[in-house]
């Protein structure tokens, strides 16, 4: 066995995933799926029982890099997404973060540009070093031909967290503060871009292939919100990145942004967009021949927990759809728990198909 | 006082809200906004007091004529809209609906084929009779230029509510029974279609000049799901109110289509298009002059919650982008609860202003 240094980019030969970043759209595509790692495995169930709590489970690194490993000895994906959350980076600025079972994380609301004293930028090495563990014994133990993706959230969708206190349907709370008090919004989300950086940063010096910028609740803002909030902060986190690690594949997911995608594509310079179930196949189409950008997506994980006939033919019809075009095979958001792991292996199947175009 | 019956299309002549459905761009444009009657109105509270439950205020007439007169009394909005819930269908068709304050809508929910006979189709007649009630009595109070605007709740939206029982982040009851089982919820869909046919229908026999079907949760659906239930219920509608209602103007507000906006305009013919707070201005004005349809939108409310001068600059940008165009001025979703009456009225002067284009 050869010595693969990190800093090699050799190391990353064969990697399917990374292909689409070099310009190939290959058949059939790569294919990994949000949220890979989690409950619907009985596996994953087994490790959560013994870790404690959740955010404990994020920063074991022995545990969490098993959690990343399982799908892939289960299905083989192209790629392994590290097993963490986005709120990690809020708990590691010293926010409180819970996660309560069945109800999403709980977190102290920050509502106010004084209260973001509270939180100590200087502060979050200890905690991401764990992260920064975890990858490393990721790819230690990860095949040669599996790509490793780091991730973070962006900082609008981490904000609306950090202001709201938990997951919200309208995301009202940051909405306010962005209109009430911009500058002091402005504060929070500069200090997220900046710690996002360092995150990415020591995931990708760690052994990450690529990494994905999640902005979950990036459909909520109106044009000029949405490129104050969500395109400018992650424009400047990926420059950065990128100024740091030439090549590395970054992609975003801008869940819902609708109508503001091709704006949010131009305008952060990203090297693949993350399609969300909404999208429709024409459109994802389109924008992987306009915005000559990687296009990943879009099958809903709803569909996927479904299951049968109608689902298969409905990753066929995606991926018929994005036949020629550089495409990555995912969901439009994280599986859900409910899903048979049968339906994932199934999937895999159609995807890897013979005779997928 | 001329004797006016409503069977004469004469008498809504002088309503400005109407004239861009008679093909006229209007500065300044119309105004009205959505859930402009509601908690953020003191006199609303008062007679919310009075009413007993939420509900019971819908179902009285003389008390729901007077929070949909409140608004235009207070603003001289260009329409009042009926006070009045998506979810009375819902009621009116024996399920249980109660209204918790402060934590939204709560329904028994349904979430199987077999459940759909607790519901009865042929008893809506007394409930929706109360409402037609309402309709009548505001047209009569209301002044001869303000047009009156009735609604329902469009079948998907409306199913998400009956489905998951309340108000939820993904809707993910209903998507999911629309994989598992696409007949048994078609059946649901159907019956919402069908009784909100005769819903709007006794609506605009009862003085409505025009309607709107709110599909505030549209955006959770991938394309073909969209097609199947959101468009063609809407369509269904549209087709048999307008073979009722020849003239009548119908709006559709699908908040979140994004992508799925022009393909719902053409599959819907709907005569207006309400945009949600995420459309962006270039969009809209494209969406106006491809689609050839009224648009109408789309202040964030959360930005009119907090007033001032960014959100002046707005409303201003609003007029601006939409000159020229067949517009409606009008919120990207409904008045918040916190929103101070004197940014409702600012706001009035601004898009009234002379030499807004």
Redesign the interface.
């Given at each position: 066995m050869s010595i693969v240094s990190l800093d090699q980019p050799e190391s990353s030969a064969g990697r399917r995933l990374l292909e689409p970043f070099k310009g190939r759209a290959l058949a059939p595509p790569p294919i990994w799926l949000m949220r890979q790692a989690g409950r619907y495995l009985p596996e994953y169930r087994e490790i959560r029982a013994k870790a404690g709590g959740f955010l404990d489970l994020c920063y074991t690194p022995s545990l969490a890099a098993e959690v990343t490993l399982q799908p892939i000895r289960r299905f083989g994906f192209d790629a392994a997404i590290l097993f963490s959350d986005i709120l990690v980076v809020a708990d590691a600025l010293g926010q409180r973060v819970e996660f309560v079972d069945g109800e999403g994380p709980k977190l102290a609301p920050l509502s106010s540009a004084g209260e973001l004293r509270q939180l100590n930028p200087g502060s979050v090495a200890a905690k991401f070093g764990l992260i920064f563990e975890t990858v490393a014994r990721v790819r230690q133990d990860l095949p040669r031909e599996t790509a490793l993706i780091g991730f973070c959230g962006a900082p609008w969708t981490v904000a609306t967290y950090m202001v709201g206190g938990g997951?919200?349907?309208?995301q009202?709370e940051a909405?306010?503060w962005a209109?009430?008090d911009?500058d002091g919004f402005e504060s929070l989300i500069a200090i997220l871009a900046e710690v996002s950086v360092e995150y990415l940063d020591g995931q990708a010096r760690a052994g990450s292939d690529a990494v994905q910028i999640f902005d979950s609740w990036a459909?909520?803002?109106?044009?000029?919100?949405?490129e104050r909030w969500v395109i400018a902060p992650t424009a400047s986190i990926v420059r950065t990145l990128r100024a740091r690690h030439p090549g590395l594949p970054v992609i975003g997911f801008p869940r819902?942004?609708?109508?503001?995608?091709q704006?949010y594509l131009a305008g952060t310079e990203l090297d693949g967009f993350g399609c969300d179930?909404?999208?429709?196949?024409?459109?994802m189409r389109r924008l992987a021949q306009e915005a000559r950008t990687v296009v990943q997506g879009?099958l809903?994980p709803?569909?996927l927990?479904?299951g049968g006939a109608?689902?298969e033919a409905?990753a066929r019809a995606i991926v018929e759809a994005m036949a020629g075009a550089r495409f990555i095979f995912n969901l439009?958001?994280g599986i859900?728990p409910a899903t048979p792991p049968e339906n994932v292996a199934r999937l895999v199947e159609i995807v890897r198909a013979p005779g997928t175009s």
């Open positions: 997951t919200s349907v309208d009202a909405r306010s209109y009430r911009p459909g909520s803002l109106p044009d000029d919100e949405f819902g942004a609708g109508h503001n995608a704006r179930t909404q999208m429709p196949l024409g459109a879009n809903d709803l569909l927990a479904a109608r689902m409905r439009g958001h859900v």
